[in-house]
């Protein structure tokens, strides 16, 4: 059985950093397309990041360029988020997400067309 497991939310001020783990029990991680995305309440959930399994391309959201950046490790079957200079509107519930298909960026995963989902860690930022 499948699980994403997200870890490393909390409360940060605004301007501070937090790092968002997501561990994968996915047996072929290494050929999985792993990206973050995001929900705050009473919106709809939205595209954070995204890297691809065959030469690891990623790609941001407009909101996040520049202050977030997406990795993984295939050997620990681990995707992070590094998140700086957190604003208050990035607070939101985080969730990893995993798909078959390679990804090579330059645009948006749709949040349907992911194979796998974890449960979420929250993220708030005070201002």
């Known amino acids: 059985q499948v699980q994403l497991v997200e870890s490393g939310g909390g409360l940060v001020q605004a301007g501070g950093s937090l790092r968002l783990s997501c561990a994968a029990s996915?047996?072929?991680?290494?050929?999985?397309?792993m990206a973050w995305f995001r929900q705050a309440p009473g919106k709809e959930r939205e595209f954070v990041a995204a890297?691809?399994?065959?030469?690891?391309?990623?790609d941001y959201a407009t909101s996040v360029k520049g202050r977030f950046t997406i990795s993984r490790d295939n050997a620990k079957n681990t995707v992070y988020l590094q998140m700086n200079s957190l604003k208050p509107e990035d607070t939101a519930v985080y969730y990893c997400?995993?798909?078959?298909?390679?990804?090579?960026?330059?645009?948006?995963?749709?949040?349907?067309?992911?194979?796998?989902w974890g449960k979420g860690t929250l993220v708030t930022v005070s201002s």
């Open positions: 890297i691809g399994w065959s030469d690891g391309s990623t």
């Open positions: 997400g995993a798909t078959s298909g390679d990804y090579s960026g330059g645009y948006y995963l749709n949040p349907y067309g992911m194979d796998y």
């Open positions: 996915i047996r072929t991680f290494s050929r999985y397309s």
